[in-house]
């Protein structure tokens, strides 16, 4: 089974910054490629946190869409031509005066352009569950802000078409009575074209100017930079020709890659929507093309915001694609618009009641966000059952964890087992999502298997000190001591933690016990891990944690005991333990794991997550975040 959800792409920075927009048009348009000097390299993966307030970000984005924030400004950030009212115009009116359900309303708002399309969509901050800060879908816009599009006055029929933007152009009225030969050639034309295999995405424009496209396409696989070159010259000569602007929008791409800059990734999203700002000029495969890669990009580039916009111009564009909808669905959820996403599903299943996609994901919001576990287990059940594509392993995940809270055990491991048959999970046991398979795999390890044994002792000979710390942060108070535990896995009780490392990164928690953060930070498979924290762990008598998996196997848990008494235990899979203070036991908490307390004193443990031993150093530093 290959590594589980693991992209190779790293997605960079999350803010969109202002710039002048003749400043990138000037650098946009320019035939000479920036030196490799000037490349800057994208950056490293964004990560994400771990917080069940935030669990449809964290589901529904790759490990890593946010440490770039913290890290880097974007540089040399695009505004793009439709963040203005003079988009409207090239929306076409029989769209606009449509009376429609309200999502579609809201998506004409958008191409309307209005002050939602300036709106700026920051992802909230991510962790491994549901997004905490939950935004409304946007409300229905004002018919008087939902502009028309001006009809031209034309002298014979409306055979115009926009010559660039804001300006149109007659075409001559044909004669009356056309010659012979005149259709004869027509006929001839159109047989050429239908045996052109270039012909879907060829305008009127473009099949004129055919044999310099198609060289310079070619040229793209062997230079970028010629290709672009090439493009610019064409573009010089035809400003409006959508596959000029395409292609100089693939070169574009290409050399981001091939320099890693930020600088020419985001020409290259300039460069794509310029193509899907033509609107009715460009065909629709074209179209299609452009804007479905400008979307992508501007993903990976962090401009989540822009990317819904484009996507809904696209739904505009093909309003009977069932499946821009659902990406649009997807996107949602990823930047955390979850009543949007939970609208536009509904909306989507109205119409399309068997979409098991659309059922799978409307069952993840209401399962948890919503916290309508029956309704969403139905959902997601009827989901997985369509057998459609775009289902993975979150969704029996989550379904079985449904399961489980609904009382239904058995269910919950038939989930499980289907599940690891289908390749998502290693075991019905073992359901973490993010893995490497190769790794060695067991419920318990002892300190001496782990080869972490030296710093494990460390830590047991200074647990007094260590007790001391974490007591006396029981004293503080929120927001500044312990916090609620965060990924929804309480069932009953009390459970709360102050974390110290998360992420490979030393938090600012830190100050309030500096002695033990000293120690976590001496060892760097400890402090170093991106995958894992280091927290302080208060639970109080009466709770129940729902039986549950980590999100990776790539570290180790350890749990030092600070104050314990009797009646608390730990299941792993089908063997119990329990703390006694001082001592530290390990287990991979990727394996199913359930606690009780059913003592009459609060338990506090410190956790400190540790690389796995198998991983490599390589491994080690490229491995995004979680």
């Known amino acids: 089974m290959a590594e589980s959800s693991e992209s190779s792409e790293a997605p960079v920075d999350n803010k969109e910054a202002e710039q002048d927009e003749q400043e990138i048009l000037e650098d946009f348009v320019s035939t000479a490629a920036k030196s490799s000097d000037e490349a800057q390299s994208i950056p490293e993966e964004v990560v994400q946190t771990h917080n069940v307030q935030q669990e449809l970000v964290e589901a529904f984005s790759q490990p890593g869409q946010k440490e770039a924030e913290e890290e880097q400004a974007p540089d040399n950030v695009v505004s793009t031509a439709a963040d203005s009212p003079q988009e409207a115009q090239s929306v076409p009116e029989e769209v606009l005066l449509q009376d429609t359900h309200s999502v579609v309303d809201e998506i004409v708002e958008a191409a309307a352009g209005d002050n939602l399309y300036d709106e700026k969509f920051e992802a909230p901050e991510v962790k491994y569950n549901a997004p905490d800060d939950m935004v409304s879908a946007p409300a229905n816009p004002d018919p008087e802000m939902v502009q028309s599009v001006p009809k031209p006055e034309a002298k014979h029929t409306d055979e115009l078409y926009p010559d660039s933007y804001g300006q149109r152009k007659e075409i001559p009225a044909p004669s009356e009575t056309p010659d012979e030969e005149e259709e004869d050639e027509d006929e001839d034309i159109s047989a050429e074209r239908a045996s052109y295999s270039k012909s879907s995405i060829t305008s009127n424009l473009d099949w004129e100017i055919r044999d310099e496209l198609d060289d310079a396409e070619d040229t793209i696989s062997k230079s970028a930079l010629e290709a672009l070159t090439k493009f610019e010259e064409i573009i010089r000569g035809h400003p409006n020709s959508p596959r000029a602007l395409y292609g100089r929008a693939l070169a ?12 020419r990734l985001e020409q290259a999203i300039f460069a794509y929507r310029n193509v899907i700002d033509l609107e009715r000029e460009v065909p629709d495969e074209l179209y299609r093309l452009a804007g479905t890669r400008c979307v992508d990009r501007m993903k990976f580039r962090g401009f989540q915001g822009k990317a819904i916009r484009t996507q809904q111009r696209l739904i505009l564009r093909f309003p009977e694609d069932l499946s821009l909808r659902n990406e649009l669905a997807v996107i949602y959820m990823t930047v955390g618009q979850n009543d949007a996403a939970k609208e536009l599903l509904e909306d989507t299943l109205k119409t399309w009641p068997d979409s098991g996609f659309a059922k799978a994901h409307y069952g993840f919001i209401l399962k948890n966000i919503h916290h309508d576990i029956k309704e969403g287990a139905r959902y997601m059940r009827e989901g997985i059952d369509s057998g459609e594509e775009g289902i993975d392993g979150r969704f029996y995940y989550h379904l079985g964890d449904a399961y489980e809270r609904l009382g239904r055990r058995s269910d919950a491991e038939k989930i499980y087992e289907e599940g690891a048959r289908r390749g998502y999970f290693r075991s019905k046991d073992q359901r973490s999502l993010y893995n490497v398979d190769r790794l060695e795999s067991k419920p318990f390890w002892t300190k001496e298997e782990t080869t972490y044994e030296t710093f494990l002792n460390k830590l047991e000979a200074n647990w007094e000190i260590i007790r001391d710390e974490g007591l006396s942060l029981m004293n503080l108070t929120p927001p500044e001591g312990f916090k609620d535990e965060s990924e929804s896995l309480r069932d009953t009780g009390d459970w709360k933690q102050f974390e110290l490392y998360a992420r490979g990164r030393k938090l600012p928690g830190c100050s309030k016990a500096p002695k033990t953060c000293a120690l976590i930070g001496s060892f760097e498979p400890a402090s170093s891990c991106k995958r894992g924290q280091a927290k302080f762990s208060v639970m109080h008598p009466g709770t129940h944690v729902w039986a549950h998996t980590g999100p990776t196997n790539c570290r180790l848990r350890s749990h030092l005991g600070l104050k314990v008494s009797e009646g608390m235990v ?24 359930e606690v009780w307390h059913n003592g009459t004193e609060f338990r506090l443990v410190l956790i400190v997550d540790l690389w796995h031993p198998d991983l490599t150093e390589n491994e080690r530093q490229t491995l995004p975040a979680i």
């Open 252 to 263: 574009l791409e290409k050399l981001s890659d091939k320099e890693r800059s930020n600088s």
């Open 570 to 593: 730990i299941r792993v899979v089908n063997e119990t333990r329990t703390w006694e203070e001082g001592k530290i036991f390990v287990f991979d908490d990727s394996f199913d794991h």
